[in-house]
């Protein structure tokens, strides 16, 4: 059996993978975690710097004989030969299990580099993976070798909450573009001028015409992950403080 990759997927150029903003912006997706677009992105940079020639993400790949169809979250290609990478953020059980039995039976896949995220993933990895796979796996450190990189991420982004007159500015934008006029309404005009430099600079905002400002892909994303984290947060809260009611 062999491996063959298939015309859809993104070429990974080292200007893409310059920094993490970067990577993100390249790969311009809402349907991700951060922390599927984390492991990708540390796993493109180092498939470069291992000096495959050409690597690639979100690769949707074919197996042959037989046509089954796969997906790999990065791969690296130097010739014919592939060098494939798994995360485990969003990886489904039964899909891992299938997609190792056939990356191990394939001749051209030279090694499956793992990417978990806390130790007793890599157990889960190994028991779904079949003898001929385990030969090829190569188990990296993941998300916890770079835990700095991002909570520093993720702390810059708790800091932007903590502020009441950028909330209020994004949750204006995430209804419509709001021009200046409109957010000196409800905000001091000097805080106005200073959070849409600050919200441009982590390219949360995008000025969609002269003086309007809107969300970009990124803040639209991240907005609908705030509201969901704090619908989540308060449905615990609530079922907790029924318990204890009980």
């Not at 030969?81 to 191990?104: D, I, K, N, S, V």
């Not at 051209?108 to 978990?116: K, T």
């Not at 702390?155 to 000196?184: C, G, I, Q, V």
Request: net charge negative; with cysteine; aromatic share 12%.
């Amino acid at each position: 059996m062999y491996m063959e990759l298939e015309s859809k997927a993104k070429k990974a150029e080292p200007e893409y993978i310059s920094s993490y903003q970067a990577f993100k912006e390249w790969i311009d997706t809402i349907q991700e975690s951060e922390l599927e677009l984390f492991q990708k992105y540390h796993g493109a940079k180092r498939l470069l710097k291992a000096g495959l020639k050409e690597v690639y993400i979100d690769a949707p790949v074919k197996f042959f004989p037989g046509g089954q169809t796969g997906f790999v979250d990065a791969c690296g290609q130097d010739d014919d030969r592939f060098t494939t990478l798994l995360c485990e953020a969003g990886f489904g059980e039964y899909a891992r299990q299938e997609l190792f039995e056939l990356l191990g039976q394939s001749t051209n896949v030279d090694a499956i580099w793992i990417y978990p995220l806390f130790d007793k993933g890599r157990e889960a990895f190994r028991r779904a993976a079949p003898p001929e796979s385990r030969k090829k796996m190569r188990m990296e450190k993941g998300t916890l070798e770079h835990l700095e990189d991002f909570f520093e991420g993720a702390l810059e982004a708790l800091d932007l909450f903590e502020s009441e007159a950028r909330m209020m500015m994004l949750f204006a934008m995430l209804e419509s573009p709001r021009d200046k006029r409109f957010l000196r309404g409800f905000v001091n005009p000097k805080l106005v001028y200073e959070n849409l430099a600050t919200l441009q600079r982590m390219h949360l905002i995008q000025e969609v015409s002269s003086g309007v400002f809107g969300l970009s892909k990124h803040g639209e994303s991240l907005m609908r992950e705030y509201l969901l984290f704090l619908d989540r947060v308060g449905r615990a809260i609530r079922g907790f403080e029924e318990t204890r009611a009980r």
